[in-house]
């Protein structure tokens, strides 16, 4: 049996398919004592006919699932901490399809939690590898990475040669890869909208932690290369869960362009079901 061990902070070692190309399994070792455990877990997909990128929320939302039975409702997964209390601050696990290669289809999901997972988690996680698709069949999930943002990241045009994620890199400037989903309706108070999409944005970054940007609205066809070969337009992507909760305004869809002063590492999702894809974002320069 192989092992994933973490050696210290700054290595990740990277696990393949087995000869076979199918996921091997994984006996996981917390790192050595003093050192931070890791935050992030990167997953490749198969599948005869892999997903849409347009149904990343359906995605995130099996994966989140899978990884909640394997870990008998782990707080880290579930979003609730010991007491059953709503976890705040977003310290839980994101569950973000990712398609890395720009061809329009899932090939990838980043499971990311700020707080890092313990054993237990990773135990969960290394179970993970068959999920029901969306519309019938199975994915298979091969764990292929283990460690942090700063180790598994990169620029966007660099994502297919790397074999690293754009989801995960550091840059000044980010563009919407899935639809941002208001969590709260605008209102117009003496005719001036107020609370509308773009300043959701705004707000939701300052309360994720990141620094002010400047948020610009971006169309699908505006998005950088490489992008999918039909740009994805943001009102075709699946946008309600098909269960669970989640604060949702209005049934709309927009993408967006975050300028920051300085480089920014992500991940990055914001507004309605985000914790399972939606309104994410990949570093583009």
Known sequence: M???IMHDGSRTDRIGHGENGTPQSWRVRLPASGVAPPTTARFALSAAI???LEDALAVGDRVRMAVLRYSDGHPVFVGRDSTGQVARCH???WFLPADDDADGAIDHVVVHARGGFDHAALRALAQLRLVWGHGGGTLGLTLVDLGSPCELGCLRRDARRSGLSAQLGAGRVWESVTPFVPPRH???RGGVVRDAPIEQVARLLVLHGFPPARVEPLAAEEVTRPR???PIGWERFRRVRSSGNGSRGADAAF???LRFERPVTGP???GYGAHQGLGQFVAVQ
């Open 2 to 4: 192989n092992e994933v």
């Open 268 to 270: 990055i999702a914001l």
């Open 91 to 93: 310290h839980h696990a």
């Open 228 to 230: 999918p070969p039909s």
């Open 186 to 188: 605008s209102k117009v």
């Open 255 to 257: 993408g967006f362009r």
């Open 50 to 52: 892999l997903p849409r």
